[in-house]
């Protein structure tokens, strides 16, 4: 049986590793720089729609206020990526690849903002009001009749039904059993297993509204808890601060000015993993945040894309930076040890960058290892809620509301097999499953998107440049029938 989970995980690590290779990551780059010329740098309007997140626009059309659709997409972005993400990211490609994360995070705000954009522009409505968009109806809208959009549609929705089993459940509570049995080695993992899925069936069971009002008040409190400690660690190691920005430059560049030489660092992999952990971080591009975009009480397509690409904006610019400061600042601070932080744990894997984290949060007694832990917990769980909704949407287009129900005891199950985890080789296996199914969403989306981009440039144009931001658009939404 090892050998066989061996072997199958070995074929899904490979397909993961041709999936996220260079042609994807160009595709995506290149489709965050298209969009960042198409809306005529629209980044720079993310303070206005920071500003619009708290504001409530009862004139408007939606199930759940704009703030709660973007606290619902965080809860699915913020998590795991901006922890062990980021650390896997420096194991691979040196501390330079947090500035990769960093620039990717910048022109990701766009393309976050494109594909939000034609989320809520074609979106419909079911017969009790409740919103559905998305890709797949994007590209069924936007493109009527045609036989080739109804199949990338299929295939988006597919894609992202398989994934949130994967990152939203099995993956999430892997990551939980393996921090808290770190530090509580005697609390049996199939009980972590149970008593998360119990914790997320509480809420996913109540539908968007339920799963929007929870995160609306998790997401803000987790973010600064986390954003606030890591400060904390980084005074501590205020000596090394400069020093961790200076390098994180450098060696974005030239990674032989910090051991890169030695450890076999270049800058390609410097760029290569900085932006493919950045990707899978902000998941800007992969179609995920709109699903819950759609649901927004929103005046306008524009208004609410404004919104959402402030999600990029919190998640990486601001939350992975951070993170990347303070790992580097312990691995700094770590140099006085023979064997080094760094040394020791540049060897690549998403099981060295667990243990770098562990080993860099561990460096502040008592205190590291309490946010480590609860900042592990409270991202897995508002992930496993975010991803729930992306999975009820998706399933909801496929096979119709009637498959809601099955859907979430599926996903409740995987939250438990995932914690109980078994051999690396099968929690390894799901990593990259989960990482392959994201990869593969970002195809179709990517598509919606440069098919629709002269839709996008133009009501970004009226709505946005034109001074019209306050226009309620009069355009009725279409209802469908979904049994």
């Keep these: 049986m090892d050998e066989l989970i061996e072997t199958i995980g070995g074929a899904i690590g490979a397909a993961d590793s041709f999936v996220w290779g260079l042609p994807l990551i160009v595709i995506l ?23 619009l997140s708290f504001a409530k626009d009862k004139q408007a059309q939606g199930n759940i206020s704009q703030f709660g659709a ?18 896997t990211a420096i194991v691979s490609g040196g501390v330079g690849a947090v500035f990769w994360m960093w620039i990717i995070g910048v022109l990701g705000i766009a393309t976050k903002y494109a594909e939000t954009l034609i989320s809520v522009k074609y979106r419909v409505k079911d017969h009790k009001g409740d919103m559905l968009g998305g890709a797949m109806y994007a590209l069924e809208r936007g493109f009527k009749g045609k036989t080739w959009a109804k ?80 400060i904390i660690i980084i005074c501590m190691n205020g ?48 179609g995920s945040a709109p699903l819950a975009a759609a649901n927004a009480t929103t005046r306008n397509p524009v208004r609410q894309a404004l919104v959402s690409m402030t999600g990029t904006f919190w998640d990486t610019v601001i939350v992975c930076a951070i993170t990347g400061i303070t790992l580097t600042t312990a691995i700094l601070a770590s140099q006085g040890d023979p064997t080094g932080m760094y040394e020791t744990f540049m060897s690549g894997g998403f099981g060295k960058g667990l243990q770098l984290t562990v080993a860099a949060f561990n460096q502040v007694p008592i205190f590291g290892p309490i946010v480590l832990v609860v ?3 409270l991202f897995s769980y508002t992930t496993m809620l975010g991803w729930s909704w992306y999975g009820n949407r998706v399933i909801t287009y496929l096979f119709g509301k009637k498959a ?46 440069w098919a629709l981009a002269k839709v996008i440039s133009r009501d970004t144009q009226h709505y946005c440049y034109d001074g019209n931001l306050d226009e309620i658009d009069e355009t009725e939404i279409p209802m469908i029938e979904s049994k």
């Design 29 to 51: 780059v290149g489709t965050h720089l298209y969009m960042t010329v198409r809306t005529k740098f629209i980044q720079r309007k993310v303070f206005t729609g920071i500003k």
């Design 70 to 87: 973007l606290t619902t997409a965080l809860s699915a972005t913020i998590g795991t990526g901006n922890i062990v993400g980021v650390a």
């Design 375 to 377: 900042g592990m917990v």
């Design 151 to 230: 199949v990338v549609a299929v295939l988006f929705a597919l894609f992202a039904a398989l994934a949130s089993f994967g990152i939203g459940g099995a993956v999430q509570s892997n990551s939980v059993c393996g921090i808290i049995t770190e530090y509580f080695p005697q609390i049996p993992i199939w009980a972590v297993g149970i008593v998360m899925a119990i914790l997320v069936a509480v809420v996913i069971l109540g539908g968007i509204k339920s799963i929007s009002r929870v995160c609306e008040k998790i997401v803000p409190f987790m973010a600064i808890f986390y954003v606030v400690c890591c």
């Design 404 to 449: 809601i129900r099955p859907y979430q005891i599926i996903f409740l199950i995987f939250i438990i097999l995932g914690a109980i985890g078994g051999s690396a080789a099968l929690a390894s296996a799901a990593w990259d499953f989960a990482d392959l199914m994201n990869g593969l969403m970002v195809v179709p989306n990517v598509i919606a998107m």
């Design 239 to 286: 000596a090394y601060f400069i020093d961790a920005v200076k390098y994180i430059v450098i060696c974005a560049f030239d990674p032989a000015a910090m051991g890169g030489g030695v450890l076999g660092f270049t800058l390609a992999a410097a760029l290569r993993f900085g932006a493919a952990r950045g990707l899978f971080s902000n998941e800007s591009g992969m």
